[in-house]
Each structure stands twice: as C-alpha cells, then as structure tokens.
C-alpha cells in the first residue's frame, strides 16, 4: 500500500484509498482466471497429499481460532497470502474426510466432475427459486433427479411424468421434515398449517432411526414424545408387529396415527427396516411411509443390492444422499414423493412478489415450494456432472468396490478370535468390537484416533460400546484397509494384553 492509501492488488489491480464514491474493486476476470487456476491446483495437491495427514485433526479447542487476526483487514489484501493461509492456518484444523483412512461415520464423498460442476453453478451465481429465475437450474434438477429413479430402479410414481416427483434437499434431515410437514398437512386437511399442529398426531420410527425424524418431530410442533420409537429385532431392524400394537395403542387412546420413517440403512449399524412389511401396514392404516436410505440407497446403483429397497413402492416419500457415497460434492440429497401435491400444499406459499407469468401458467415447476427455504443453489448441476462423468457404471464400481472392502474387512476381523462383528454387515459398514469391556474398546478406539493413521467412530448396540468401520472414500484402497486392520490388531495387542 502506499502513501495514498491506494492498494495494489497481486495483479496490478490499483485500488482506491477509502471515503468518496469511488467505485468498488472486484477480482478481473484475468486475476480471477489466474487465480482459480491456483486453487484448481492447489485442490489437485491437496488430493496427491491427503494420505499423508493425520485423518482426525489434532488441533485443540480454540486453536485454531487463535491463530486468525483479532480483526478482519480494513484493505484488501493478496490473494496468494490468503491461500497461503489456508494451507498454514486451515489445515492443521481439517479432519481430512477425503483421507483414504477415513472410516468415520458415514462418507461425505467429494469427485472431480462434482468439485467442477460445483464451482460452474458458483460461477453462474443462479437463485433457482422459480423455474422464471433460471429455467434451466428447475429443468434440469427434475431431469436428473427422474434419471436417478431409473439408475436406482425406484418406484416409477416417484417420477415427474407421473403425480410424484423428486427434488434436491440440502440433506436428508430436511428430506426428512419435509417429508413429515407434507404427511402433517395430509392427515389435518391442511389445519395444521391454519391452527398450528393437531395435538393428537402420532409419528414412528425405530429405536435406531436417525435423530434427524426427532428433531423433525420436535420442529413440526408434534414434540418428541409424539414421535414413538419401535423396537428392534437382533439385527437392529424394526419389528412391524411391534409397530402395529403400537399404532393400535395410540388409536385406543384416542390419538392419530400419521407417519412412519423407515430406514435403509441405519446409522448405527445399517439395519434394514423390513420396508414391505411396513408399508403394508402403512397402507391399512392410511399413515404415510417415509423411507430415509441417506447412505445405502447408493447401493441400489447396483441391482444385486436393490434388495434394499424391497417394499419401496408403498412409500410415500423416499430420500438418500448422493453427498454421502455417491461421489457428489454436500451438500446433495435427492427426495422423492409419490403425489407431489401434498408436499406442494404443506409448504406452497405464493406472495405477490414472486407472482410471474410462468408460475400462473401452472406449467413449471417452483422448487421454492418443494422445501423449507425460498432461495435455492443450481445443486443439479453438479450431480449431472457425475453421472455423466462416470456414466451409471462408474458409478456402481464405486459402490462394488467399497462394499468388497468392507466385507473383506469383516472377514479379517471375523477370524481373529479377539474379535467379534457385532452383525453381519449388509454393505459397507462393519461393526466390531474386541470380546472386552466397553473401556477397553473405548481405549482402542481412542487409540487409534490419536495415531492419526486412520479414524474410526463408535456407537451403542445392545447397551454396549462398538466400533464402526465405515468404507466409502474414494481413494480408499485395499491397502488402506489391510493397513487400517494391522493398525487395529496392534492397538489391540497393547490395551488387552492377555489375548
Ligand atoms: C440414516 C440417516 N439418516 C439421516 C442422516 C442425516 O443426514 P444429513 O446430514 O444429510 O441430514 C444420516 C446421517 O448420517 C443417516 O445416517
């Protein structure tokens, strides 16, 4: 900076000292183009490297905090200081979720064309609110998004040509809501919208269904203890005998039975609900099924897997997340329903402002009216580009190959009798434990964590600490795996002694 207070940018670009009306300076499109091309490669190395940095970071509370300027710059400054910074200041503070021994929680997937596709709607900068703010951003999502009902081989009513339809929610909690304020609306005739939420409205789910349908209940004004959560069988599923007495119960008591969220794929330990069963009942009794497959419904790529989503033609409501194990950037979950009518009537709202010629004409489709927000991001683009990238095929070898590792890793941890898998795993997520106490296992997995070398994380099954082993990165390798599992036997060996 100089005397003036005039400011040069690291391109040349002069900017103007404070007060006055000059006009504000933007990056060129040159520096711009220079500089994308920087973080293009810097994205590239990071990709090269993450194998090498500790999976679970080590920072401690507010570290990296303290590390940042107490204030923000009054001036602009270089661009190449501040991706410097990312690298010194940021990183040390990253769990490296794309680390091929990232075997924490569930996936959060990241590819080339999606990081492309990703950064092209960033670049187009579209609100697709209305299909009048963009058209192409509306038809586009209902295109790929009735390509996925093909790819999965999903029910054909979730289809657009149909009365159904599906649409990108930010995550599967918000599927999830949505799901349950479309099914509130149906069973109210549309007075809980009127009045506020019927207080007689009872909801179901298991007791391994994901906190997300609580915290969905709790928001929908039906309160936590509305939401019923239904035992389990000995692989963690929901019982629908014990869903019946439970919905007979609540009927004798005077209450009103309206929504089921079934899970494909638990996050505990990938319990499969028996969603035929269910959806039998569902359809007696006149409740909605909504069927949350966030992880595995992936799997469904691959029709030796589609198993999974048996019984998925009685729902009325379906979602999983392409941003968990379908190599698409977060945020990207696709939720379908089989009359789109009900979800447009719980959360259509049309004040004047956004009234267009487009939208009278009823011949388009405003995603505002699909979701919680107004605004909404060009997310299609992203999924479009990789399934065209990888092509359906591609797709699937992603998901044979993560589920052969995982089932090869169950394998090993099946024939070490120091260990035991706590059930068979269906896909891609094993759950273990070492034939101890939970302190111990609590040890080991802590362990583990701080070596760095890979990330596992734990849950409770049968009222007991398990560890779950997670496969879906892609650049996991078999390698990683064969390491990860050496790493565990001889943390192993070193907080059971004995065995
Ligand atoms: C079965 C299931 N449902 C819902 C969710 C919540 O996902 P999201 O972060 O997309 O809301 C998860 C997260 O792991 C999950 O496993």
Same mark, same amino acid.
């Given at each position: 900076?100089? &005397?003036?207070?005039?400011?040069? !940018?690291?391109?040349?670009?002069? *900017? ?23 973080? @293009? ?28 300027p107490a204030a923000p710059p009054e001036h602009g400054e270089a661009f190449a200081n ?25 996936? &959060?997937?990241?590819?080339?064309? &999606?990081?492309? /596709? ?6 187009? !900068? ?20 009735? =390509?996925?009902?093909?790819? #999965? ?27 349950? #304020? ?40 039906? /309160? $936590? ?12 599923? #929901? ?20 929504? @089921?969220?079934?899970?494909? /794929?638990?996050?505990? $330990? ?17 409740? =909605? ?71 009278? $004409? ?7 009216? =699909? ?19 990888? +092509?359906?095929? +591609? ?42 106490s939970d302190a111990v296992n609590q040890d080991l997995l802590e362990r583990l964590n *701080? ?49």
């Amino acid at each position: 900076m100089d &005397a003036e207070g005039t400011q040069t !940018g690291s391109q040349g670009t002069v *900017r103007p000292g404070a007060g006055g009306t000059d006009p504000p300076v933007h990056m060129t499109p040159e520096e711009f183009r220079l500089q994308g091309r920087a973080v @293009v490669d810097w994205v590239a190395d990071y990709f090269e490297r993450v194998a090498a940095y500790p999976a679970l970071s080590r920072a401690a509370p507010g570290e990296i905090r303290a590390g940042l300027p107490a204030a923000p710059p009054e001036h602009g400054e270089a661009f190449a200081n501040i991706l410097a910074d990312v690298e010194t200041k940021i990183l040390p503070g990253i769990t490296h979720w794309q680390s091929p021994s990232f075997f924490a929680f569930f996936p &959060a997937n990241v590819s080339g064309p &999606a990081i492309l /596709g990703e950064l092209l709607a960033s670049g187009l !900068g579209v609100q697709g609110m209305l299909w009048a703010t963009s058209p192409a951003c509306t038809e586009l999502e209902t295109h790929v998004l009735d =390509w996925v009902v093909d790819m #999965l081989g999903l029910p054909p009513r979730f289809k657009s040509s149909g009365s159904g339809g599906g649409v990108i929610q930010d995550t599967a909690s918000s599927a999830t809501l949505c799901a349950l #304020l479309a099914a509130r609306e149906r069973a109210t005739g549309g007075e809980s919208n009127r009045r506020g939420c019927d207080g007689r409205l009872v909801a179901y789910a298991s007791t391994q269904a994901h906190s997300s349908v609580e915290k969905a209940a709790r928001i929908a004004g039906l /309160g $936590s203890e509305k939401l019923r959560l239904v035992e389990v069988d000995e692989r963690f599923a #929901l019982r629908p005998e014990a869903l019946e007495r439970r919905v007979a119960a609540d009927r004798a008591l005077g209450l009103v039975p309206f929504f @089921v969220c079934a899970t494909v /794929g638990t996050t505990s $330990s990938n319990a499969i609900d028996p969603v035929q069963a269910i959806g039998r009942l569902c359809a007696r009794e006149g409740l =909605w099924l909504h069927v949350d497959a966030a992880m595995s419904g992936t799997a469904a790529l691959c029709p030796e897997f589609r198993g999974i989503h048996a019984g998925l033609e009685h729902a009325d409501s379906y979602c999983f997340n392409p941003h968990k194990w379908m190599l698409t950037n977060f945020d990207c979950d696709c939720f379908y329903v089989a009359d789109r009518a009900s979800l447009i009537g719980a959360l259509g709202i049309l004040p004047e402002y956004l009234r267009n010629q487009a939208t009278a $004409s009823g011949q388009v489709i405003d995603y505002r009216d =699909w979701h919680v927000p107004l605004g909404r991001r060009f997310r299609a683009l992203k999924l479009w580009f990789v399934i065209r990238w990888y +092509g359906v095929e +591609g797709l699937r070898r992603h998901v044979r190959h993560t589920v052969h590792l995982a089932q090869e890793f169950a394998r090993w941890v099946a024939a070490d009798p120091r260990f035991e898998c706590v059930v068979p795993p269906p896909l891609n997520l094993v759950c273990f434990r070492l034939r101890s106490s939970d302190a111990v296992n609590q040890d080991l997995l802590e362990r583990l964590n *701080r070596s760095g070398e890979l990330y596992l994380t734990h849950t409770r099954l049968d009222d007991r600490t398990v560890l779950r082993f997670c496969v879906g990165q892609p650049q996991t390798e078999e390698r990683h795996v064969r390491e990860a599992w050496q790493r565990i036997q001889e943390e192993a060996a070193l907080v059971q002694p004995s065995c």
